[in-house]
T-cell receptor
Framework: NAGVTQTPKFQVLKTGQSMTLQCAQD?????MYWYRQDPGMGLRLIYY???????DKGEVPNGYNVSRLNKREFSLRLESAAPSQTSVYFC??????????FGSGTQLSVL | GNSVTQMEGPVTLSEEAFLTINCTYT??????LFWYVQYPGEGLQLLLK?????DKGSNKGFEATYRKETTSFHLEKGSVQVSDSAVYFC???????????FGAGTRLAVHP
């Protein structure tokens, strides 16, 4: 009954540090997404993967990279974190693209 | 391009009050429309959807009608409860882009 699992739940980084956010889903979904949520701006799509082996940029891809490791896993990497990347990050998955299932989020602070 | 505009919050209501959260959209073609809800400390979850004009989506006492003539999908509930306190997101799915586009979200706070 796991659904979409994100790790870690909280992270504090210093400017310039790197880290990878992990996401895994157990629903056999083809599509996976990474969003960031900022106050007053709703959810903005960073990257998405329509199927295993493919990734595409969303609205705000700069400063991020992604890897669709296999059908289950979709990771988001910050190579050199900046304070502007302080946000709450959500991973989501879907089978037909309309109904998304979300993880519980990662709260990231970059000092 | 496609976009979604929601009324700004927060919306503060007393228990059993009537709720309306406005949502309008801009899109080419005939998008599917959604309301997602985010309870404190959780990810978003689908509340209701409508896939064509004049469809009414409903769930947990919430309703929204797809109005193509006014490009709107307003969320309503006749009698809110404290447990409805959450952030509500309107969204559209356009097949051409193959992804959901979200509004900014509206925070609802319901007091006893």
């Amino acid at each position: 009954n796991a659904g979409v699992t994100q790790t870690p739940k909280f992270q504090v980084l210093k400017t310039g540090q790197s880290m990878t956010l992990q996401c895994a889903q157990d629903m056999n979904h083809n599509s996976m997404y990474w969003y960031r949520q900022d106050p007053g701006m709703g959810l903005r799509l960073i990257y998405y993967s329509a199927s295993e082996g493919t990734t595409d940029k969303g609205e705000v891809p700069n400063g991020y990279n992604v890897s669709r490791l296999n059908k289950r896993e979709f990771s988001l990497r910050l190579e050199s974190a900046a304070p502007s990347q302080t946000s709450v990050y959500f991973c989501a998955s879907s089978s037909e693209g309309e109904k998304l299932f979300f993880g519980s989020g990662t709260q990231l602070s970059v000092l | 391009g496609n976009s979604v505009t929601q009324m700004e919050g927060p919306v503060t209501l007393s228990e059993e009050a009537f709720l309306t959260i406005n949502c309008t959209y801009t899109a080419t073609g005939y998008p599917s429309l959604f309301w997602y809800v985010q309870y404190p400390g959780e990810g978003l979850q689908l509340l209701l959807k409508a896939t064509k004009a004049d469809d009414k989506g409903s769930n947990k006492g919430f309703e929204a009608t797809y109005r193509k003539e006014t490009t709107s999908f307003h969320l309503e509930k006749g009698s809110v409860q404290v447990s409805d306190s959450a952030v509500y997101f309107c969204a559209l799915f356009s097949g051409g882009y193959n992804k959901l586009i979200f509004g900014a979200g509206t925070r609802l706070a319901v007091h006893p």
